[in-house]
């Protein structure tokens, strides 16, 4: 588990096919790594990756095709900055919110503008994840936990303040960037629970507003109060 507070920008020092995957050297700059051991988790752009050597000045980690195929990891090459961040530890502070490391989707960013000394960012989630992401609720962009400051369908603002640009790869993002979201884990957890004994069925087709209004969710089957 981590909290999606970025400890330090890393970078891509080696990717290296092995096996139909991918073996990865990410330098950690300022991460101390004095307590970190082999089969440790440290999350990379928001990807949960294990710690399978430490040379010193960072980690190498095997990145699976599942990882390939469902984040944006493809898109990184040598020398790419990437955000870092170590598991999270009974002593923690848990700044942001609980964040899993496993990518939900890959999004894009669609928009940005200055905003005083801030940058707004407009971003496109895919749709499937659309209904996780919430007005004022949390999301994670390549590991950052943020929060959502406007929705409209897929697509979602964020204010980003001088800090979080400085201490984060965020400040690289333009239009057409593709990046890693993860959405809430409660909202996730909502959904299962909100199944039923319906979630034990392999095809159960998820929440639908059929669903919602015949389980007593939405008033004259409608979304409306």
């Given at each position: 588990?981590?909290t999606?507070?970025?400890?330090a920008i890393?970078k891509i020092?080696?990717?290296?096919?092995?096996?139909?995957?991918?073996?990865?050297?990410?330098?950690t700059?300022k991460?101390d790594?004095a307590?970190?051991?082999?089969?440790?988790?440290?999350?990379?752009?928001?990807?949960c990756?294990?710690a399978?050597?430490?040379?010193?000045?960072?980690?190498?980690?095997d990145?699976?095709r599942e990882?390939?195929?469902?984040?944006?990891?493809?898109?990184?090459k040598?020398?790419?900055?990437?955000?870092?961040?170590?598991?999270?530890?009974?002593?923690?502070?848990?700044?942001g919110?609980l964040?899993?490391?496993?990518v939900?989707?890959?999004?894009e960013?669609?928009?940005?503008?200055e905003?005083?000394?801030?940058?707004?960012?407009?971003l496109?989630?895919?749709?499937?994840?659309a209904?996780?992401?919430?007005?004022?609720?949390?999301?994670?962009v390549?590991?950052?936990?943020?929060?959502?400051?406007?929705?409209?369908g897929?697509?979602f603002?964020?204010?980003?303040v001088p800090?979080?640009?400085?201490?984060t790869?965020?400040?690289?993002?333009?239009?057409?960037?593709?990046?890693?979201?993860?959405?809430?884990?409660l909202?996730r957890?909502l959904?299962?629970l909100?199944?039923?004994d319906?979630?034990?069925?392999?095809?159960?087709?998820g929440l639908?507003?059929?669903?919602?209004?015949?389980?007593?969710?939405?008033?004259?089957?409608?979304l409306?109060?």
């Amino acid at each position: 588990m981590f909290t999606g507070i970025i400890e330090a920008i890393g970078k891509i020092r080696a990717l290296s096919p092995k096996g139909g995957d991918v073996r990865v050297h990410v330098e950690t700059g300022k991460l101390d790594l004095a307590d970190v051991k082999l089969g440790d988790s440290i999350a990379v752009n928001g990807v949960c990756l294990t710690a399978v050597a430490l040379p010193g000045n960072g980690f190498w980690a095997d990145v699976s095709r599942e990882t390939l195929a469902c984040s944006a990891f493809s898109d990184l090459k040598v020398g790419s900055r990437v955000n870092l961040e170590k598991a999270l530890t009974p002593s923690s502070r848990l700044g942001g919110h609980l964040v899993s490391g496993h990518v939900d989707g890959v999004g894009e960013v669609v928009a940005r503008e200055e905003n005083a000394r801030a940058v707004q960012f407009r971003l496109r989630a895919p749709r499937e994840l659309a209904k996780y992401i919430a007005l004022k609720g949390s999301i994670t962009v390549d590991g950052t936990s943020l929060t959502v400051n406007g929705v409209n369908g897929a697509e979602f603002e964020l204010t980003i303040v001088p800090h979080t640009l400085s201490e984060t790869v965020m400040a690289e993002y333009q239009p057409g960037r593709k990046v890693n979201l993860e959405v809430d884990l409660l909202a996730r957890y909502l959904e299962r629970l909100l199944l039923g004994d319906q979630a034990a069925e392999s095809k159960s087709a998820g929440l639908s507003e059929s669903f919602l209004a015949a389980h007593g969710y939405m008033n004259h089957g409608s979304l409306k109060n």
